[in-house]
């Protein structure tokens, strides 16, 4: 199994559309377990930052609630019309207090400038209503 999962997935010759979708696809679908066992799944901005997918949540949500009891999620991107294409990623999420808040990273910035707009969101008010990050550490990824 190599160190790195997702990287070793995006290698591969197939794997286009998902390198093409990680870094234009706005949101993406992350599932979570319940306390009861159920998958809850949400919709999420998220960035593909090398070997991890980071995003923001906001405080006290049911997704964190989750985390803090299984930190084992799933992460997947919208597939094309037919599901020809589709990445699925299982992995580990924390909240990582190292990541730097969204109106002040980078590459977050750049990518959501335009959603943000186009949703009429504030960066530096969205900021601090998403202010929890949180990186997935894949386990195992899945390109077709």
């Known amino acids: 199994m190599s160190s790195d999962p997702l990287a070793a997935a995006l290698a591969r010759e197939d794997a286009d559309w998902a390198?093409?979708?990680?870094?234009?696809?706005?949101?993406?679908?992350?599932?979570?377990?319940?306390?009861?066992?159920?998958?809850?799944?949400?919709?999420?901005?998220?960035?593909?930052?090398?070997?991890?997918?980071l995003f923001y949540s906001q405080p006290n949500t049911p997704k964190l609630r989750?985390?803090?009891?299984?930190?084992?999620?799933?992460?997947?991107?919208?597939s094309d019309p037919y599901g020809d294409h589709a990445m699925i990623l299982e992995g580990v999420a924390e909240v990582d207090e190292s990541i730097p808040p969204s109106n002040v990273h980078p590459a977050y910035r750049a990518k959501y400038r335009e959603p943000l707009a186009h949703w009429d969101m504030d960066e530096a008010q969205t900021a601090r209503d998403f202010s929890v990050p949180i990186r997935i550490r894949p386990i195992r990824v899945r390109v077709s």
Do not use: M
């Open 66 to 78: 989750n985390l803090a009891i299984s930190p084992l999620v799933s992460f997947h991107l919208q």
């Open 19 to 53: 390198r093409e979708h990680l870094a234009s696809d706005v949101v993406g679908w992350l599932t979570t377990i319940a306390p009861d066992g159920r998958p809850q799944s949400s919709l999420i901005s998220f960035l593909h930052d090398g070997a991890t997918i």
